[in-house]
């Protein structure tokens, strides 16, 4: 546990930034819970820069075991929000698993998840795999390569077996889409059977992020997906090998968001701006000036308290390269994207995607209409406080008026073909077209078993 050590708000107010006026707290003393990745570095930042100080929010950081309990921890009140996979508020509010009115005005960050397998499904799928100019694989990665070692398993009898994170997780969808856009199909959820594993190809099963690595290891697992800095992680034991980053995937497909309940955003207002502030101010520190203050939040990742893992290991990813086959270092800028290209907008569009692959799979059993996919977006994502929140670092000067999409009607632009890894586009306005035009998983007026 990370404790806010006591300050008096009067020194507070003395050595922050000036304020035209202090928002009048509802609550100043607050709890917020994560996971240990790379991904909750807006939390530490905001922490440790004094951010959440200089609002006026006493603030403890706390780890949660997986994404479960940090659920029921903000559902139940121990915690008052927390570092969240983007479909948790989605499945909590429309009723998949714990009912619940969670609600996002932060997005954490875009980017920054890989897949991973084993050093023996490697060296099967490398032959597969064609080369570059400089004999190296190839990349993005095709599941395609991944297609002949399945069927290898089947025919001796064995399951293919994968790790993700949590079934309502970016993970879980990203490494579906992965598989399915290669000829696989990793399973369907029913009402009846919540595995995902109906009519699977390849069995996916959860595994919390930092076991991933040791599960690969113990052959429980043939591969996962996950955020970092576990994909690297399995390259420094030399147990693995990333094959595709989500940014080869899907080009700044959204990740984590912060979530809090509906009913404490209604209680405390002033407290929800006041938090969302401090997470803006930290989200630009991240990427300002092409990533200059990277390595001094590798080294405030690296602490126990937070992520825990080697800052040789979190630095491979945060500072602008992925690490793939050991000595196979390449360039991805991006990877990691905290605030650039308004990734802490929660944008309606980025709800929608992440409910039509709850409705592909079958996690959403029968076909919902546009709007539907719309009004459950707008009950959730609320770019509503965030753009009142960033009017504030504005008006304060602490953030520059060019930078968030003030006119933006919550949607963005359709996602090209060229930045998918199947070549289809995304429309968030027309998500049950976009769901029938996928090759695999459910379609309009298609049931699990119907």
Not at 21 to 28: I, P, Q, Y
Not at 160 to 180: C, D, I, K, Q
Not at 403 to 427: Q, V
Request: glycine fraction near 8%; proline fraction near 7%.
């Amino acid at each position: 546990m990370k404790k806010l050590a006591t300050y008096l708000l009067a020194t507070t107010l003395i050595t922050g930034p000036a304020f035209a006026e202090m928002l009048d707290l509802e609550k100043d003393e607050l709890t917020f819970g994560f996971i240990k990745l790379t991904d909750m570095a807006p939390l530490a930042v905001a922490y440790e820069n004094g951010y959440f100080l200089d609002e006026g929010l006493f603030v403890t950081l706390e780890a949660q075991a997986n994404w479960k309990v940090l659920l029921d921890g903000v559902i139940g009140g121990q915690l008052d929000g927390a570092h969240m996979l983007a479909g948790q508020p989605l499945a909590a509010t429309i009723g998949y698993g714990t009912q619940a009115h969670i609600i996002t005005p932060f997005s954490m960050d875009l980017n920054g998840n890989g897949i991973t397998v084993s050093n023996t499904v490697w060296a099967e799928m490398k032959p597969n795999i064609p080369t570059n100019a400089d004999g190296l694989p190839q990349h993005p990665i095709s599941a395609s390569a991944l297609l002949p070692v399945v069927e290898s398993y089947r025919a001796e009898g064995k399951p293919f077996n994968m790790g993700m994170v949590f079934p309502v997780s970016t993970h879980n969808y990203e490494l579906r889409y992965w598989l399915a856009a290669g000829g696989l199909n990793p399973g369907l959820y029913s009402p009846d059977d919540t595995s995902g594993q109906i009519g699977a190809d390849v069995f996916l099963s959860v595994t919390p992020p930092p076991q991933m690595p040791a599960t690969l290891e113990a052959g429980t697992i043939d591969g996962y997906s996950v955020g970092e800095p576990w994909n690297q992680q399995a390259v420094v034991k030399g147990i693995g090998v990333p094959v595709i980053t989500d940014y080869e995937l899907w080009k700044n497909n959204p990740e984590k968001v912060f979530g809090i309940t509906a009913d404490f955003a209604k209680e405390n207002p002033n407290t929800t701006l006041a938090l969302t502030k401090a997470l803006i101010r930290a989200a630009i520190w991240l990427d300002e000036n092409d990533n200059a203050n990277r390595a001094e939040a590798v080294e405030i990742l690296s602490r126990p308290e937070y992520v825990g893992a080697d800052a040789a290991v979190i630095a491979a990813s945060m500072t602008g390269t992925f690490e793939y086959e050991p000595g196979d270092v390449r360039e991805v800028p991006d990877f990691n994207v905290f605030f650039r290209y308004n990734a802490t907008y929660p944008y309606y569009s980025d709800a929608v995607w992440y409910l039509t692959q709850m409705r592909r799979w079958g996690q959403i059993a029968q076909t919902k209409d546009d709007a539907w996919f719309d009004e459950t977006a707008r009950s959730v994502y609320r770019p509503d406080i965030y753009l009142k929140a960033a009017r504030l670092l504005v008006d304060d000067d602490l953030a520059a008026e060019a930078d968030f999409p003030w006119d933006s009607d919550g949607y963005k632009a359709p996602t090209p073909a060229a930045d998918i890894i199947d070549a289809i586009p995304f429309d968030g306005k027309t998500p049950n077209a976009y769901i029938d035009s996928l090759p695999i998983g459910l379609k309009s007026g298609e049931v699990v078993g119907g």
